[in-house]
C-alpha cells in the first residue's frame, strides 16, 4: 500500500511538473520572447532577380544605388501585405480593361503598372488635383478631349482616360526614345524631366537625380510587376475565387437630357448607388446635355445584385 502510495505521488509530481513547463512555454519568460517571435513571424531579406525590365529596357542593377533602390521597392512592396493582396485582387478586374487598350497603341503591357502605382485602381483624387484611375489633372485631361465640369467628369471613364494616357506616353516616348523616361515623364512631366536631362547632362532615366516621388516611380512599376508576376514567391496566397471580377454590362447610349438619376436607374431593375458605380463619371444625379452630345452609360446585367425596395 505504501508502495503503491509513493508511486501514485510520484506520478502526481511529474505531472505537475508537466503543466509547469507547459505553462512556461506557452507563456515564456521575457528573455524568452524574441526566440519565440522567431518562430511564429519571420521577415526576410530577398533576393533581387538578376535581371529586371521595364517594358524591355533592363535595369543596371549592377550600379550599387539601383539596386539598392530597387531592393527598397521590392521590401516595401512586398511587406505591405494587405496593400499588395488589394491591387492583385483589383488588378484582376481592371487589367482586363487596360490591356487591350494600351495593345492599339502599341505600348509595353508594363505601362499597366503606372495605373497601380498611380492609384491603387480606384477613382481617387490627389491633394493637387489629379483624379481618376490615370490621376490626370483638369489641364491635361481637356487637352486631349475629355468633358470635365461639374456634372461630367471622364477622367472617372476608365476606357477614356486609359486612351488618354496613351496618348500621353506615346508622347512622351517619340520625346525621349525610352520607355523608361516615357513612364517617369508621366509623373513629372515631359518637361520637368527634358529640363532635368538637359541640366544633368545625361541621356537615362537611371542616370538622373531626381526627387523623391519619380525617382521611386519606375522602381515601384518595376516591384509591383515582379510581385504580381511571381506571387507566391513573394509570400501571396490566394485562389481564382479570391479575385474581384468584373460584373458583365451591357452599353446604353443617351443623348438627351436625364432629369432623374434615380428613376433612370429603376428602368433597368438598379438604384441609383449601383448606376453610379459603374458609371463615376456623372457627378451628379442628373444629365444636363443641353448640347445633344451621345453618352454610353454601362449597365450591369441582371442577376447581379439584389434590390429591395
Not at 70 to 99: A, C
Amino acid at each position: 500500500m505504501r508502495y503503491i502510495k509513493h508511486t501514485l505521488y510520484s506520478i502526481g509530481a511529474l505531472i505537475l511538473v508537466g503543466f509547469i513547463a507547459l505553462a512556461f512555454s506557452s507563456h515564456p519568460l521575457p528573455e524568452d520572447k524574441y526566440s519565440s517571435a522567431e518562430n511564429d513571424y519571420n521577415v526576410y531579406a530577398l533576393e533581387i532577380p538578376e535581371v529586371l525590365d521595364f517594358s524591355g529596357e533592363v535595369m543596371p542593377l549592377q550600379s550599387p544605388d539601383i539596386r539598392e533602390r530597387m531592393d527598397r521597392e521590392l521590401l516595401v512592396n512586398t511587406y505591405w501585405q494587405s496593400n499588395g493582396l488589394l491591387l492583385i485582387k483589383r488588378s484582376h478586374r481592371y487589367f482586363p480593361v487596360l490591356e487591350p487598350i494600351l495593345k492599339s497603341y502599341g505600348i509595353p503591357d508594363d505601362f499597366k503598372y503606372l495605373a497601380l502605382i498611380e492609384s491603387g485602381l480606384q477613382n481617387v483624387t490627389s491633394p493637387a488635383g489629379a483624379k481618376g484611375f490615370w490621376q490626370i489633372m483638369k489641364s491635361t485631361g481637356k487637352d486631349y478631349g475629355l468633358e470635365i465640369n461639374s456634372n461630367v467628369d471622364e477622367r472617372y471613364n476608365l476606357e477614356l482616360s486609359t486612351h488618354v494616357a496613351c496618348k500621353y506616353f506615346l508622347k512622351a516616348k517619340e520625346k525621349f526614345g525610352s520607355w523608361t523616361l516615357a513612364a517617369a515623364a508621366y509623373n513629372a512631366g515631359i518637361r520637368g524631366i527634358s529640363n532635368q536631362l538637359d541640366k544633368q547632362n545625361v541621356s537615362g532615366y537611371y542616370d538622373l537625380l531626381l526627387g523623391e516621388e519619380t525617382g521611386r516611380y519606375v522602381f515601384r512599376a518595376v516591384a509591383l510587376k515582379e510581385i504580381m508576376e511571381h506571387p507566391k514567391k513573394y509570400g501571396y496566397n490566394f485562389v481564382q475565387d479570391d479575385m474581384y471580377s468584373a460584373i458583365p454590362t451591357s452599353k446604353v447610349e443617351v443623348d438627351t437630357a436625364v432629369t432623374d438619376f434615380v428613376q433612370f436607374a429603376a428602368k433597368f431593375g438598379l438604384n441609383y448607388k449601383q448606376l453610379k458605380l459603374h458609371n463615376p463619371w456623372l457627378r451628379e444625379g442628373f444629365l444636363n446635355n443641353k448640347s445633344r452630345k451621345l453618352y454610353t452609360l454601362e449597365i450591369p446585367e441582371k442577376g447581379y445584385y439584389e434590390n429591395k425596395n
